[in-house]
């Protein structure tokens, strides 16, 4: 069996392309993973999810375990057959999200009870559950169990979550067990000051994994204040392992974090966005549902070749979302997320050849020139 490891093609500055191995497939990084929140990635069949060129999906720990329940999820085959979904999955922790329970939670040494959203139904996550739900469902990358506090919060409260999330991420280490052809990632947390996440790192790497998330970040503390801590956080981590930024983010966000040293990143963002009108495009964002698209015969982008592109004007793109027609999300994910791709592609090639700074350059102008007006 081909076991998870992974490997250096090249790297300019900071920024690296490589690729990741495992039984189900390569991964090639830096890699941008779309989220399948509850076993699908809203709006997108699987087979048009890889064709936007994604090697990868994240599924979501917490809604899965509430719904459809991870031992059924097991009974029908694990998620890959289940999503008919064939290449790897990674899985968060849950953690994130039951943090976002205020009020419906409640926190110990031994993990989280908390009400589900759903029902009310009261559930208990640990280490060991996490792990637990996480084999059930099959996931090739299973992400410890960890504590996540909102920014901004007092460095006190900070330095007692990361340390919690530490004890938990030793919990969770033993409870993954020895899972040949499976990875672990540690999850660093500290919040945005460097000697907590100094402190995290060190621990982490001392319990050992097979590769490593940048979390606690994308949550409430702005992008200045995000960059500042990847200016100096991934370097922490091992550089033989893959380094991974949790839930980011926009594209400006994500081409910063790769100039950081980052390998792979999620976010709801691009299949969210395209179902509420919103396009990104190599010019910004567009908005479908602006009156301005009505009679517009372009594309959303003439030099994109997805098929909302190839195939749609703005104008009934515009028609589309106003009808509330299901084909509107449909293509608008379709496009974010082939644009997102294609930003992911565009970077392996310019780390790859030494010219990520022209190339980041060129985004940038790009960018700055924004849309252009309707003809």
Known sequence: MTRFSFSLNATDGPARTGKISTPRGEI???AFMPVGTAGTVKAMLP???RETGADILLGNTYHLMLRPGAERVARLGGLHRFMNWERPILTDSGGFQVMSLAGLRKLTEAGVTFKSHIDGSKHELTPERSMEIQRLLGSDIV???DECPALPASEEAVAESMRLSMRWAARSKEAFGDRPGYALFGIQQGGVT?????ESAEKLVEIGFDGYAVGGLAVGEGQEAMFGVLDYAPGML???RPRYLMGVGKPDDIVGAVKRGIDMMDC??????????QAWTRRGQVNIKNARHMDD???LDEDCTCPACRNYSRAYL???FRSQEIISSMLLTWHNLHYYQQIMEGMRGAIAAGTFAEWEAAFHAGRAEGDIEPV
């Open 28 to 30: 090639r990084t830096p």
């Open 47 to 49: 087979g048009s999810v």
């Open 143 to 145: 992400m410890c169990f």
């Open 194 to 198: 460097q000697e907590l996440r100094a």
């Open 238 to 240: 091992p550089e033989d």
């Open 268 to 277: 709801v963002l691009p299949s969210r966005s395209g179902r509420t009108g």
């Open 297 to 299: 015969p372009r594309p």
């Open 318 to 320: 515009h028609h589309v």
